[in-house]
């Protein structure tokens, strides 16, 4: 999701900002939702976004 980082790195997307579901993510990016599953766990895992069960994955506050 090498777009997703893009976004953040422009001020597209901004701290505490939402992304879309995964099922939007697949459908936009034209991937299986276990891939985008896969990719933002990723971006989790390096602290670039924030995930809470039930309310959605979020960027972080401070984006590495």
Request: glycine share 10%; with cysteine; hydrophobic share 30%.
């Amino acid at each position: 999701m090498h777009a997703i980082e893009t976004a953040i790195e422009s001020g597209e997307l901004k701290p505490g900002d939402r992304l879309p579901s995964t099922a939007q993510l697949s459908d936009q990016y034209d991937c299986s939702p276990p891939t985008v599953r896969q990719a933002l766990s990723r971006l989790q895992e390096r602290g670039v976004l924030q995930g809470h069960q039930g309310r959605g994955v979020y960027v972080t506050e401070a984006p590495k």
